[in-house]
């Protein structure tokens, strides 16, 4: 369903009018051909995103990260002025492919950005696929997209479900756990999560004890809390996200859980919910791609100027929209704006080095990033930094041909 369509002529500051103007101009002096009508009309960014279920927040805190980025540019990337066409995807996967197909067919835009939910994902790479229109994916870690599903349209700016899941099995089994329980919703992401956690700590010498789910987005988490408690494991691996996460933490600790049996995750337990989530969520250890006090130039500078645009805290989701602004500038920036350029485009986003607040980001054949992976702890209501668990982790985009 597309619930707003929005141009942020607002945004939009009469010097960077000017500056496009200008270079069409100077574009046409010097004999360049296209620049100059690709930059005179917008360029439609089809924002595909969860704006409500449990997902919400991080939909819209993506967002919120790459009109940032936007915002920075004065409303223009690589000369474009940037216009949205938002449509809430509700993390369905029933009516995913309708929706891309809308946004792509009747609403025209020149790219998309989306989604969350890795099964969402899947049905919008398959239409990436078919139909060739750039996808940014700002979230979604379904391995598939940068592994058989790779295509040379199809960029990732956040993480492969297994690139942010297989460090945590060394770090479990280095901080003495030998049998774990898994607990996470039954889907694509969830069922990735758990199976790279198990590969890293099986490989270590782990054991895992018992893989418990549920149907995704449900959060009835007590007969499974209350299997957990009868199963006395060393530790548990959790994935949940969003207003999941928030539940399942508050759940566990009010079960009395918290202090006996240590909660172990992908960062996503903790990041954008520890407001909600308070006490419960104090010491809890997870990897991820960021870590909320990163302290370089880029991260700080993140972090003030996403607070005074929103009056927020910003988490990895804003990180993820933000970057994916990034990367999409460093496109049209090599192709002079003209995003139908699709060689050049798609040529400088490959070979893109990113400044990005979550550290050095770069990307791999398949187009997922490379990255560092981080150890955090919930310190004080923060997801802090306690190690980095992984240097310039790439997933190894198994069954990926890029044609
Ligand atoms: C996913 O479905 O791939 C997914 C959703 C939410 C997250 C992380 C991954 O926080």
Redesign the pocket.
Known sequence: MTVDNKVFKDSVSRRAFLSTAAMGASSLAFGLKTPAIAQSVPLKVGVMLPFSGT?AK?GQFIERGFQLYVDEKSGALGGRRIEFVRLDDE?KPETATDNINRLVGRDKVDVVLGT??????MAMVKVARDTGVPLIIP????DEATGPLCASNIFRT??S?WQ?SQPMGKVMFDEGYRNVVTITWR????T??TKGFKEGFEKAGGKIVEDLTLP?PEVEFQALITRIAQLKPDAVFA?F??GG?VKFVTDYAAAGLKGKIPLYG?G?LT??TLPAQGAAAEGIRTTLHYADDLDTPSNRRFLQNFKTKTGEDGD??AVQGYDSAALLEAGLVAAGGDIQARDKVFGAMAMAQIDSPRGPLSFSVAHNPVQNIYLREVRNGENVLVSTAGSAVADPARGCKMG
Do not use: E, K, R, W
């Open positions: 997902f991080l993390s969350v939910h890795s099964g969402v994902a979230n979604a870690g379904a956040s993480f479900n942010v889907y694509a992401a969830g990735q999560m995704f994935f996200a969003g996460a992908t996503f990041d954008g990895i989701y």
